[in-house]
T-cell receptor, first 112, second 114 residues
């Protein structure tokens, strides 16, 4: 079965600390992998994507993610978190057939 | 400014009303989507249009009726909704199929059914 798991429902970090959000997937075909961020009451914004090639991808707002095929993971990282990063983060997987599978999301809280 | 614009931003409607949600994109994308998102949940796919044709309907009740007048516009017509239909309705666009480069989402319409 195709699925995306974000094991952490909530994560709290201090401003300036590093961040890693986990994403594991189960997908039969070669996956397209995405991370989206959603601020309260807003739409989702694409942070970064992986289709093929270099397994470390850079995105907007200083985020990066690493695709590890052997672990079926696509974890999102940021070296130093800013208070404005507080939001909901969604991992998604697809294969160019319109239907993405979204994870349940991780809510990030940033302490001043 | 977002390149996918949704109107209105907020909508309150009674269960006997008819209303429409509108979405316009200026990305040149040929696939457009309606998603429904309940609080603290991921978005749920409702409809997909590809090249102005309905390609996916995720078994959505007929009280929701999508329309794609042209490649830039997407409407969602609402009629006889139920309170449980209250949610954030998100429009998105992308290039279809293998050219998919990720979705661009609008800011959503917050719908309340009373």
């Amino acid at each position: 079965a195709q699925s995306v798991t974000q094991p952490d429902i909530h994560i709290t970090v201090s401003e300036g600390a590093s961040l890693e959000l986990r994403c594991n997937y189960s997908y039969g075909a070669t996956p397209y992998l995405f991370w989206y961020v959603q601020s309260p009451g807003q739409g989702l914004q694409l942070l970064l994507k992986y289709f093929s090639g270099d397994t470390l991808v850079q995105g907007i707002k200083g985020f990066e993610a690493e695709f590890k095929r052997s672990q079926s993971s696509f974890n999102l990282r940021k070296p130093s978190v800013h208070w404005s990063d507080a939001a909901e983060y969604f991992c998604a997987v697809g294969s160019g057939t319109y239907k993405y599978i979204f994870g349940t999301g991780t809510r990030l809280k940033v302490l001043a | 400014d977002t390149e996918v614009t949704q109107t209105p931003k907020h909508l309150v409607m009674g269960m006997t009303n008819k209303k429409s949600l509108k979405c316009e994109q200026h990305m040149g994308h040929r696939a457009m989507y309606w998603y429904k998102q309940k609080a603290k949940k991921p978005p749920e796919l409702m409809f997909v249009y590809s090249y102005e044709k309905l390609s996916i309907n995720e078994s959505v009740p007929s009280r929701f009726s999508p329309e794609c007048p042209n490649s830039s516009l997407l409407n969602l017509h609402l009629h006889a909704l139920q309170p449980e239909d209250s949610a954030l309705y998100l429009c998105a666009s992308s290039q279809p199929g293998p050219q998919d480069d990720g979705y661009t989402f609008g800011s959503g319409t917050r719908l309340t059914v009373v």
